[in-house]
């Protein structure tokens, strides 16, 4: 059957697996800076005392381009081909995973420290944005208020008018912590989601970050809408934050995907670790080794995420007529032999490393284990300038020293 077909090229894929690309439904790309910054902290006083800070002296554009090309390049080692991320300078996110040769949803962290400003010159700058992205192909635009503890509820409000206006997705931060559980209650006397359903986000389609401490009544609300929940294990693990809520988002038809999270709390970004570290955790949490089974897994990292961010016409399976955003994984080696199930080993065995080759848009991204857009030894060096300035502006050795 191959030679009915031509092809300008054709690669050698014998002894390997052949995958659709990953997708990370949640990250902070230049947060790769900050990789085992501030460890071992609770999350309240990692942002307020040690992240926020740093931002406040740090973030540039410059240094956004620099550290975003810095995470887009771990991703597309790892065989992610999209993220959906939140941040700043995001014109720069958009050169740099450009760069780079991935895809990216990207949106402004609206963090509204000036209560005074217009919620209209908010959207005025994601338009803006979404103009200026419209040079850039592989990059969408999202609408990202960071989180209801950060936001008055006019502009969240505004928000949920905007998305629904102009048909765009909303991305936010969502019941991370159990004291913003509690402080939701004692501040607005609703839970988190809805307080936002409230405030017509459930009308419009939504990604929500985290979403550990929602509950059984929340995720039944939102079983009902377009929305999802990108699960972040790992940080919500080293941040002790909580479990998302797994089984009862499968009992209520939620749709989930899986996130890395910024760097700075995982500390990887690395979505196989992630899947692996997820279903072993979810079956310890309901006592049940069947649930979550690899096959079912592999799926939010691929087509469940392509649903999670409204992609699954043209990514998360390999189909016809759909984008050629592929991984090749090598499975020649000691830690993939013997191959009897390739969802399990992929889930249970293998690892990123192993990721040969990688194509965003049929175009390789990643060749022979080699970025074909970057320099990674020229990556490593501007990170380890930054590392320089970064402990000199905040003092902050007693968190870097072994």
Known sequence: MIRD????????????????????????????????????????????EYIWPLEAKM?????VYDAALHGAAEMLKNGICLTNDMYFHCDKIAEAVTKAGMRAIVSYAIIE???NTPHKSYEANMLALDEYCRDYPLVDCSFAPHAIYTCSKDLLKSAADFALKHDWLLHTHLSETRGELENCLKEHGKRPLDYLADLGWLEAKC???HGVWLSNEELKRLGKSRSAIAVCTDSNLKLASGFAPLKAMREQGVCYALGSDGVASNNNLDLLE??????????ALNADPEF??????FAHVSIEAAKALGKADSLGSLEKGKAADICIIDTTNLQSSPLYNPYSQLLYAMGSHQMRDVMVAGTYAVQDYRLTNLDEAELVDTANRYKSKILRELNIEKHTKP
Not at 27 to 44: C, I, N, Q, V
Not at 59 to 63: A, E, L, P, Q, Y
């Open 5 to 48: 077909y031509r092809a300008d090229c054709v690669q050698d894929a014998r002894n390997c697996l052949v995958i659709p690309a990953l997708i990370n439904a949640h990250s902070h790309l230049p947060m790769t800076y900050f990789r085992g910054l501030a460890d071992d902290l609770p999350l309240d006083k990692w942002l307020g």
């Open 113 to 115: 420290r000036d209560p």
């Open 292 to 297: 979550l089974p690899a096959r079912e897994a």
């Open 207 to 209: 990604l929500f970050a």
């Open 274 to 283: 992630e899947l692996s570290t997820t279903s072993k955790l979810h079956k």
């Open 59 to 63: 973030v540039t554009g410059d240094f």
